[in-house]
């Protein structure tokens, strides 16, 4: 079992910065594969971004490429989230969530073994 808790949501203006942290426990990190979704009120749970184990790979759903940055640090069994620049539309509940594999990390929820509660990002106008 991996737990993963998610923190730094908040309240934001547009065009504000916040960086999530999700910190992992129970497994051995470095053999997980992590990722980033959120929720918006009403709507599917959507990838935002992931990276690879060891963190030389990342990938990013088009709308976030060049003000999101997915990032890990091994030895403290933490991912993060920056995210610059925000738009009302990235209010939502951001997930994480981690993929055993030493491969592709995947964009699907149902590629990830193992979830976060979530934590609430809203961006005001």
């Known amino acids: 079992q991996v737990q993963l808790v998610e923190s730094g949501g908040g309240l934001v203006q547009a065009g504000g910065s916040l960086r999530l942290s999700c910190a992992a426990s129970?497994?051995?990190?470095?053999?997980?594969?992590m990722g980033w979704f959120r929720q918006a009120p009403g709507k599917e749970q959507k990838f935002v971004a992931a990276?690879?184990?060891?963190?030389?790979?990342?990938y990013y759903t088009d709308s976030v490429k060049g003000r999101f940055t997915i990032s890990r640090d091994n030895a403290k069994s933490t991912v993060y989230l920056q995210m610059n620049r925000l738009k009302p539309e990235a209010t939502a509940v951001y997930y994480c969530?981690?993929?055993?594999?030493?491969?592709?990390?995947?964009?699907?929820?149902?590629?990830?073994?193992?979830w976060g509660q979530g934590t609430q990002v809203t961006v005001s106008s």
């Open positions: 969530a981690a993929h055993y594999s030493f491969g592709d990390p995947g964009t699907e929820p149902g590629d990830y073994n193992y």
């Open positions: 129970g497994r051995t990190f470095s053999d997980y594969g």
């Open positions: 990276i690879n184990w060891s963190g030389s790979n990342t």
